[in-house]
């Protein structure tokens, strides 16, 4: 269970006593962001790892839903910071030429993941290159996050909680 309380200057996570001043707490104690969630069928859209680098920053390594019927995952790594109580990345074309995709869990051959990789990156082209950050706003069961781009609301909004990784979540549409 989430408890929610304001420890200054910024809202904070309670979980197990212990009050959670910066953003990525959670995932320096292992969990993992679930974002767009359904909460009864234990369900992501997105799920996020962030591990700790030794420069304070993170890798995050995100496993995407970006097709369904069938199912296609996009599975990538950039690298994201704190920033006061912001989770921040600056995502650049580079970032996505390492960018694996999946079809019902079989990894896509190089063209067909070539095609879809510059659809992506046409998609992304309003943040790349730019400070992409998030904000976690206290909301229901978890957190609405609130993004800007280079300082400014862009309208981006998900629904996204944080997770133990043998809570069972797992990708919508996965087996």
Not at 54 to 83: C, H
């Given at each position: 269970?989430?408890y929610?309380l304001?420890c200054?200057?910024t809202?904070?996570?309670?979980?197990?006593g212990?009050?959670?001043?910066?953003p990525?707490?959670l995932?320096?104690q292992?969990?993992l962001e679930c974002?767009?969630?359904?909460?009864?069928?234990?369900?992501?859209?997105?799920?996020?790892?962030?591990?700790p680098r030794?420069?304070g920053?993170?890798?995050l390594?995100?496993?995407?839903v970006?097709?369904?019927?069938?199912?296609?995952?996009?599975?990538?790594?950039?690298?994201?910071?704190?920033?006061g109580?912001?989770?921040?990345a600056k995502?650049e074309?580079v970032?996505?030429d390492?960018?694996e995709?999946?079809?019902?869990?079989?990894?896509?051959g190089?063209d067909e993941?070539?095609?879809?990789?510059?659809l992506?990156r046409?998609?992304?082209y309003?943040v790349m290159?730019?400070?992409s950050?998030?904000t976690?706003?206290?909301?229901?069961?978890g957190?609405?996050?609130e993004?800007?781009t280079?300082?400014?609301?862009d309208g981006?909004?998900t629904?996204?909680k944080?997770v133990?990784?043998d809570?069972?979540y797992?990708?919508?549409?996965s087996?």
């Amino acid at each position: 269970m989430w408890y929610f309380l304001l420890c200054l200057p910024t809202l904070a996570v309670v979980t197990a006593g212990a009050c959670m001043a910066g953003p990525l707490d959670l995932a320096r104690q292992g969990y993992l962001e679930c974002g767009s969630y359904d909460a009864a069928a234990k369900t992501c859209v997105e799920i996020a790892k962030y591990v700790p680098r030794a420069d304070g920053r993170f890798d995050l390594i995100s496993q995407q839903v970006i097709g369904t019927n069938p199912q296609i995952v996009m599975v990538y790594k950039v690298v994201a910071f704190e920033d006061g109580n912001q989770i921040c990345a600056k995502y650049e074309l580079v970032d996505f030429d390492t960018t694996e995709f999946f079809r019902e869990n079989n990894k896509l051959g190089a063209d067909e993941a070539s095609r879809i990789r510059n659809l992506v990156r046409e998609g992304m082209y309003a943040v790349m290159g730019k400070i992409s950050c998030l904000t976690l706003r206290a909301e229901g069961d978890g957190f609405m996050a609130e993004y800007t781009t280079d300082g400014i609301a862009d309208g981006r909004k998900t629904k996204t909680k944080w997770v133990k990784p043998d809570e069972g979540y797992r990708l919508v549409g996965s087996k």
